[in-house]
């Protein structure tokens, strides 16, 4: 029905940056809320960043001052730039978005990408 494709997820030196990508594809009738997600080793998944349809922004006290949440709303992609990146980021990182499905005035759901590994590690 939906699915999400995340990318650029990898392996980088403390402070160094990276930039998540997620694309949704499949049949839908339109996007609102994106967002990501992580989950680290032994812990619970914990929002990240999210981001409204029309550029609302929130995120997570740990991460604020070094992320930034954007997206494109014809390509239906989220973004998530990363700066000085610490240990404590290493993460699978997921993205999710809101989307409204179905026939008529459709149905919201929220649907989930498969994650993308990141490593923080000198």
């Known amino acids: 029905q939906v699915q999400l494709v995340e990318s650029g997820g990898g392996l980088v030196q403390p402070g160094g940056s990276l930039r998540l990508s997620c694309a949704a594809s499949?049949?839908?009738?339109?996007?609102?809320?994106m967002g990501w997600y992580r989950q680290a080793p032994g812990k619970e998944r914990e929002h990240v960043a999210s981001?409204?349809?029309?550029?609302?922004?929130t995120y997570v006290d740990s991460m604020k001052d070094r992320v930034t949440v954007s997206r494109d709303n014809y390509k239906n992609t989220v973004y998530l730039q990363m700066n000085n990146l610490k240990p404590g980021d290493t993460a699978v990182y997921y993205c999710?978005?809101?989307?409204?499905?179905?026939?008529?005035?459709?149905?919201?759901?929220?649907?989930w990408g498969l994650g993308t590994q990141v490593a923080v590690s000198s």
């Open positions: 999710t978005m809101r989307c409204r499905t179905g026939k008529g005035w459709g149905v919201w759901s929220a649907f």
């Open positions: 499949g049949s839908f009738i339109d996007i609102s809320t």
């Open positions: 981001i409204t349809y029309d550029g609302s922004t």
